[in-house]
């Protein structure tokens, strides 16, 4: 297996950058009052996931980069956060929002992955 050199390789700043477009994408049809409200909240926390990972990924130590990985671990959990309020206000359906929830619910695993796996270096 060869090894990873580059933040962009890893399967979990893929899936992170990937979700990121989908959020973009799906706030665009958000009302335009949100511009600065949930729109904002959105996207930033989506682009988040995928910036700690590149972070700690050069970051060169464990902690280190064991730490933007809790952070990005936590970003993907505000975006289903409010993924789920902007279903129960409206701004996106129940399927949709399950379907958004699930995909970083595969983000969380990625992460996790990540995790555990610097953590083993360590020990």
Request: with cysteine; glycine share 6%.
């Amino acid at each position: 297996m060869e090894q990873i050199k580059n933040f962009w390789e890893l399967e979990a700043w893929k899936k992170a950058n990937v979700l990121a477009i989908e959020i973009y994408i799906l706030t665009k049809n958000f009302p335009l009052e949100e511009k600065y409200g949930m729109i904002s909240q959105l996207r930033r926390a989506a682009t988040s996931v995928a910036a700690n990972i590149a972070e700690g990924f050069s970051r060169y130590h464990y902690k280190d980069k064991i730490k933007f990985y809790y952070n990005g671990r936590g970003s993907a959990s505000e975006v289903q956060s409010f993924i789920i309020f902007c279903k129960d206000i409206g701004f996106v359906d129940a399927k949709r929002a399950l379907e958004i929830v699930g995909k970083y619910n595969e983000e969380l695993r990625l992460l996790n992955g990540l995790i555990n796996s610097i953590s083993k270096q360590i020990s």
